[in-house]
């Protein structure tokens, strides 16, 4: 049975996350999703790092400050990062054959080299960032 109390905690808790979900997009450094920069960076052949996340997956919250931290490796400075919302971007979760949030993609050369899904371990991380460096 709903009580006021449990309705009051409820509203309070949707409102905390909706006031922190932004700051957790922000702590894997991983840019907004746009089809033509992903585009210009598959034909410079330069790394890239595709991450379909979604603000209310506890996985994804794990994987941020774990990409964020490795994203801002000198070993890294070259790779372009991109994050997809899994409920809002379907069309392109769809387009590059993902099936889940908390994927991870790597692309070297302008092809997909690897994909991880629900990975939480720091060093299989950074194993497959190595993949597209």
């Known amino acids: 049975m709903l009580t006021r109390r449990n309705a009051l ?3 309070l808790g949707l409102a905390a996350m909706a006031a922190i979900g932004p700051a957790f997009a922000d702590m894997s450094g991983s840019k ?3 089809p033509a920069a992903f585009d210009e960076a598959l034909k410079s ?6 991450e379909i996340s979604a603000p209310w997956c ?3 919250k794990t994987q941020k400050p774990i990409l964020g931290k490795l994203l801002a490796d000198p070993k890294y400075k070259d790779m372009a990062a991109f994050e997809i919302d899994f409920d809002t971007g379907k069309a392109n979760v769809r387009k590059l054959g993902a099936t889940a949030q908390s994927t991870l993609l790597v692309y070297r050369d302008g092809k997909e080299v ?3 899904v629900g990975e939480t371990q720091p060093e299989w991380i950074e194993d497959l ?5």
């Open 9 to 11: 905690f409820a509203t």
């Open 32 to 34: 907004p999703f746009d």
């Open 45 to 50: 052949g330069k790394p890239i790092l595709v």
């Open 58 to 60: 506890p996985i994804c």
């Open 114 to 116: 690897g994909r991880s």
């Open 129 to 133: 960032l190595d993949k597209a460096v």
